[in-house]
Nanobody, 117 residues
Framework: QVQLIESGGGLVQTGGSLRLSCAAS????????MAWFRQAPGKEREFVAL????????SYAGPVKDRFTISRDITKITVYLQMNTLKPEDTAVYYC??????????WGQGTQVTVSS
């Protein structure tokens, strides 16, 4: 089992920045990927960014590319999502997710990000 604890959400104005954190604990030796998803009111959960825990490679959804950056601290077993130039359409609950080598998926409890216009 892997436990994920997110933090860093909040209210920010358009054009502002926030950094989300996701700390992993438990059976972390088998981590394969860590990712961020988001879910806006009335919409389905969507992919935001992914990081390969083994080699650090990253990928992003089109709407956030060049504005968001996913990174990690291996010593803290923590992944971050730096969000810049935020837009009202970025408003959502952001979820951290992890997948291990057995392809079991784990989710955090979510953190609210609200961007005011």
């Amino acid at each position: 089992q892997v436990q994920l604890i997110e933090s860093g959400g909040g209210l920010v104005q358009t054009g502002g920045s926030l950094r989300l954190s996701c700390a992993a604990s438990g059976r972390t030796s088998g981590l394969y990927t860590m990712a961020w998803f988001r879910q806006a009111p009335g919409k389905e959960r969507e992919f935001v960014a992914l990081l390969s825990w083994r080699d650090g490679r990253t990928s992003y959804a089109g709407p956030v590319k060049d504005r968001f950056t996913i990174s990690r601290d291996i010593t803290k077993i923590t992944v971050y999502l730096q969000m810049n130039t935020l837009k009202p359409e970025d408003t959502a609950v952001y979820y951290c997710a992890a997948r291990d080598g057995r392809e079991d998926d784990y989710w955090g409890q979510g953190t609210q990000v609200t961007v005011s216009s």
